[in-house]
């Protein structure tokens, strides 16, 4: 009887990992200690197991194709759990004693925080965690090691870290539920016709808000660009302003006086996980980490129902 696992070897696994999180060859063997032929190698082996070219050329180097982004949460859980399987490192939570600091959109710590911190205290009631809110500045800062683990979205990332998906969140409009749009037939293209609120500096989010507001003839009215969720809020209460963000942001927004209604022309906005290679091994990290990697995952897959 043939075997799913015969043919393959963990190494081959552990680049295609490293290749998803990177998308550069150079990187990859620059980071595991191999030579290019070598990950190339790898990947060939990949590409006839799976029946699939995993890889192909872009004009900016290489990019998975679908069947590649696919394998990337099922990879990471497998290798995950085989690393928990072989650790030499006795690790029992209940005795263990540290603090992760996080970093991470205030409406995302909303979210998920608490739980993890409840989970916390029945398991692991000597781990401390710090949370501060994603900045300009976090990228680099996790790089000097000030954060142990971010959630958000690095446009170039860094060698130096390991990334994993943790879900995909829609996009909505938020307005005021005596506005207009309540009523519109036109969707979603009507929501361009309004004075629009938006958060600053979600760039790849604006992108696609942009793109879309141009391939239905319409210019965004941008009255505002806000940093704080709340701040939006008010500005949306009682008024016929719009904003789009994603659907888990509007979960903790929408009351008495606010509504959502989802785009489903815009692309879910992909949320990931980071940390630094130093923390990629240590017991204690991978510990926190899956168990919040765990809670996001449920979160976003409840809100996106």
Same mark, same amino acid.
């Given at each position: 009887?043939?075997?799913?696992?015969?043919?393959?070897?963990?190494?081959?696994?552990?680049?295609?990992?490293?290749?998803?999180?990177?998308?550069?060859?150079?990187?990859?063997?620059?980071?595991?200690?191999?030579?290019?032929?070598?990950?190339?190698?790898?990947? %060939?082996?990949?590409?006839?197991?799976? %029946?699939?070219?995993?890889?192909?050329?872009?004009?900016?180097?290489?990019?998975?194709?679908? =069947?590649?982004?696919?394998?990337?949460?099922?990879?990471?859980?497998?290798?995950?759990?085989?690393?928990? $399987?072989? +650790?030499?490192?006795?690790?029992?939570?209940?005795?263990?004693?540290?603090? /992760?600091?996080? +970093?991470?959109?205030?409406?995302?710590?909303?979210?998920?925080?608490?739980?993890?911190?409840?989970?916390?205290?029945?398991?692991?009631?000597?781990?401390?965690?710090?949370?501060?809110?994603?900045?300009?500045?976090?990228?680099?800062?996790?790089?000097?090691?000030?954060?142990?683990?971010?959630?958000?979205?690095?446009?170039?990332?860094?060698?130096?870290?390991?990334?994993?998906?943790?879900?995909?969140?829609?996009?909505?409009?938020?307005?005021? =539920?005596?506005?207009?749009?309540?009523?519109?037939?036109?969707?979603?293209?009507? +929501?361009?016709?309004?004075?629009?609120?938006?958060?600053?500096?979600?760039?790849?989010?604006?992108?696609? $808000?942009?793109?879309?507001?141009?391939?239905?003839?319409?210019?965004?009215?941008?009255?505002?660009?806000?940093?704080?969720?709340?701040?939006?809020?008010?500005?949306?209460?009682?008024? %016929?302003?719009?904003?789009? /963000?994603?659907?888990?942001?509007?979960?903790?927004?929408?009351?008495?006086?606010?509504?959502?209604?989802?785009? =489903?022309?815009?692309?879910?906005?992909?949320?990931?996980?980071?940390?630094?290679?130093?923390?990629?091994?240590?017991?204690?990290?991978?510990?926190?980490? %899956?168990?919040? /990697?765990? /809670?996001?995952?449920?979160?976003?897959?409840?809100?996106?129902?």
């Amino acid at each position: 009887m043939h075997h799913p696992l015969s043919g393959i070897d963990i190494k081959s696994l552990l680049i295609l990992q490293q290749l998803l999180q990177h998308n550069s060859v150079k990187q990859v063997a620059k980071q595991m200690g191999l030579q290019q032929g070598t990950v190339t190698y790898h990947l %060939n082996k990949l590409r006839e197991h799976f %029946n699939d070219p995993l890889y192909i050329p872009s004009g900016r180097g290489i990019e998975p194709t679908p =069947k590649a982004l696919s394998l990337a949460t099922p990879l990471y859980d497998a290798i995950s759990s085989l690393e928990r $399987v072989i +650790a030499t490192e006795d690790f029992q939570p209940i005795f263990a004693k540290g603090t /992760i600091r996080i +970093a991470m959109p205030g409406l995302g710590a909303l979210h998920v925080i608490p739980e993890l911190v409840n989970r916390l205290q029945e398991t692991a009631p000597g781990i401390v965690v710090e949370t501060s809110l994603w900045n300009e500045s976090t990228e680099q800062e996790l790089l000097e090691g000030k954060f142990e683990l971010t959630f958000n979205v690095i446009s170039e990332l860094s060698p130096q870290l390991y990334g994993v998906e943790v879900g995909k969140m829609p996009m909505c409009a938020v307005y005021d =539920k005596r506005h207009p749009l309540n009523h519109s037939t036109e969707w979603p293209q009507s +929501a361009f016709d309004y004075p629009y609120v938006a958060i600053a500096p979600q760039t790849h989010q604006q992108q696609s $808000v942009e793109s879309l507001a141009k391939s239905y003839g319409k210019t965004r009215q941008i009255i505002a660009g806000v940093a704080s969720y709340q701040l939006l809020a008010k500005l949306l209460e009682g008024s %016929n302003r719009v904003s789009i /963000i994603s659907v888990g942001s509007a979960a903790l927004l929408t009351n008495s006086t606010l509504t959502s209604r989802p785009i =489903k022309a815009l692309p879910p906005t992909t949320i990931h996980c980071y940390w630094h290679q130093r923390s990629h091994n240590d017991p204690l990290h991978r510990f926190v980490r %899956n168990e919040l /990697i765990d /809670i996001c995952r449920r979160q976003i897959s409840d809100i996106s129902k």
